[in-house]
T-cell receptor, first 115, second 116 residues
């Protein structure tokens, strides 16, 4: 079964600093990979996804993520944090062999941005 | 972009009653919708996969008789929490797959259920 691990339940950075949120998946066949953001009491918004092709994926709000098969990772980065980036971030995977495309989520990482 | 709407956004019901939450895809047809449950400060737990015109597929440990899912049309899925109890209080989120949009999954805004 697919699973995804997010290291660090909380990450705190200063405004303007680099953001790095970690995500590792566990499956022999690389799944589809996603990053979602959730603001308080709201649903989820897709930041970016990797399905095939270029391993460096650019998303909205200046975020990007790189798929590294050798490390089974899909870490999310942003060069310079904004106060508005403070939110909960979820990495998710979807099994390529599952025609339903259901998403399995990691435990989430809360990003705190200090002024 | 694609929009998924959930209604109601907040609902309070008495213990023992049933409550229905609707999930609609507003500008695309969704043959597959998903229902998740999220406890405060926790991740989303997939409850079931809802396919239009067929029975939902429930994840292990989810009571199908308690959480009734109906996907009667390509734009509407409903989750009914039957005989609700306080422990059913949670944030319920639906999502819908857009097959013509690269199978991207779009999420609703979620529904807060409080059972008193």
């Amino acid at each position: 079964a697919q699973s995804v691990t997010q290291l660090g339940s909380h990450v705190s950075v200063s405004e303007g600093a680099l953001v790095l949120l970690r995500c590792n998946y566990s499956s022999s066949v690389p799944p589809y990979l996603f990053w979602y953001v959730q603001y308080p009491n709201q649903g989820l918004q897709l930041l970016l996804k990797y399905t095939t092709g270029a391993t460096l994926v650019k998303g909205i709000n200046g975020f990007e993520a790189e798929f590294k098969k050798s490390e089974t990772s899909f870490h999310l980065t942003k060069p310079s944090a904004h106060m508005s980036d403070a939110a909960e971030y979820f990495c998710a995977v979807s099994d390529k062999t599952d025609s339903s495309y259901k998403l399995i989520f990691g435990s989430g990482t809360r990003l705190l941005v200090r002024p | 972009g694609a929009v998924v709407s959930q209604h109601p956004s907040r609902v309070i019901c008495k213990s023992g009653t049933s409550v229905k939450i609707e999930c609609r895809s507003l500008d695309f047809q969704a043959t597959t919708m998903f229902w998740y449950r999220q406890f405060p400060k926790q991740s989303l737990m997939l409850m079931a996969t809802s396919n239009e015109g067929s029975k939902a597929t429930y994840e292990q440990g989810v009571e199908k008789d308690k959480f009734l899912i109906n996907h009667a049309s390509l734009t509407l899925s409903t989750l009914t929490v039957t005989s609700a109890h306080p422990e059913d209080s949670s944030f319920y989120i639906c999502s819908a797959r857009a097959p013509l949009g690269g199978n991207t999954i779009y999420f609703g805004e979620g529904s807060w259920l409080t059972v008193v």
